[in-house]
């Protein structure tokens, strides 16, 4: 048995443990598995069952691809399974996104999810492909769909469940360079160049948080926890979580405004905090949770 048939088995397990009530058989779990992990190493050229898609299989979140796939499979429980789990915190993440239209996005991101997928999924959650935690992917999405419904009007007909990060940009150009909205090609362009300035702020702020800050921005704002769960796993009181991720917040937002042109306006500034907002969605969905740190002069 090779390293991904092992990792499959093993995601097998803990999918059954994490979401008892859904019996979705090894065989498939394993073939659909296999499938979808090998679609992001096959861009760049690698093949199915070769190291960077065991490499791929390995850092996946096998026990949530578990239930994207069986939901994708139509396995029973699984779907009721899925509502419970995440429609709590996806309208806690549209609710402090202060927009009207926000809580009926998180809304209808669900119900999309059911409806058949571009890749020939049965459904759009058939797109999840294991990088990431299914409640990030979801987030990224949600966040995207707000934040373009701001721009045009229309919270349904927004961004694609299937648009990876990558895939689209903040003026929805797709890989081709074919603009979606219609925008000047040389405004493209120089949208293209800003968004890399910020994405690289972004990554430098990132890098600047604390292990407690990531720690307690994963927790609240991905998994959904409780101001009161985050204190108990951090080891801290409450109002020490509430510094904590207004501190990691404030550093993110503070990093990419430092890198604005000063001449940029108020709309490159709404650009960029835009930006900001999908950047943080897609980042907590890649970054794995870390071991909380220990105590001590140098945690924040």
């Known amino acids: 048995m090779g390293a991904i048939d092992v990792r499959l088995a093993e995601g097998h397990a803990q999918g059954r443990a994490a979401w008892p009530p859904v019996e979705f058989s090894i065989t498939r779990y394993a073939a659909r598995a296999f499938e979808v992990t090998a679609r992001r190493p096959a861009l760049d050229g690698h093949?199915?069952?070769s190291s960077a898609h065991a490499d791929a299989v390995a850092r996946a979140a096998l026990a949530d691809l578990y239930l994207s796939l069986a939901c994708d499979d139509r396995t029973e429980h699984a779907w009721p399974v899925l509502v419970a789990r995440f429609t709590?915190?996806?309208r806690a993440v549209a609710s402090r996104m202060r927009r009207a239209d926000?809580?009926?996005a998180?809304?209808?991101l669900l119900d999309d999810l059911a409806t058949p997928g571009p890749d020939?999924?049965?459904t759009r959650l058939g797109g999840f492909d294991g990088r990431g935690s299914l409640l990030g992917w979801l987030t990224a999405i949600l966040v995207r769909r707000v934040w373009k419904s701001g721009r045009r009007g229309d919270t349904r007909a927004t961004v694609s469940l299937d648009a990876g990060e990558g895939e689209r940009g903040p003026q929805g150009s797709d890989r081709a360079g074919h603009g979606s909205d219609g925008a000047d090609p040389a405004e493209r362009v120089a949208d293209a160049e800003t968004a890399a300035v910020l994405d690289r702020a972004f990554a430098r702020a990132w890098d600047d948080l604390t292990a407690r800050e990531r720690l307690a921005l994963l927790l609240k704002h991905r998994d959904g926890r409780t101001q009161r769960e985050v204190a108990a796993t951090l080891g801290v009181g409450e109002p020490r979580v509430s510094r904590l991720v207004g501190a990691a917040v404030e550093k993110l937002r503070q990093g990419v405004i430092a890198?604005?042109?000063s001449a940029g306006g108020d709309g490159l500034r709404?650009?960029?905090l835009a930006l900001l907002a999908a950047r943080v969605a897609a980042r907590l969905a890649r970054t794995p949770l870390e071991r909380p740190p220990s105590k001590g002069p140098t945690s924040a």
Do not use: I, N, T, V
């Open 259 to 261: 890198a604005l042109p």
């Open 106 to 108: 998180a809304h209808d």
């Open 102 to 104: 926000a809580e009926e």
């Open 47 to 49: 093949a199915p069952g």
């Open 88 to 90: 709590r915190p996806l």
């Open 270 to 272: 709404d650009r960029a």
């Open 120 to 122: 020939g999924s049965r």
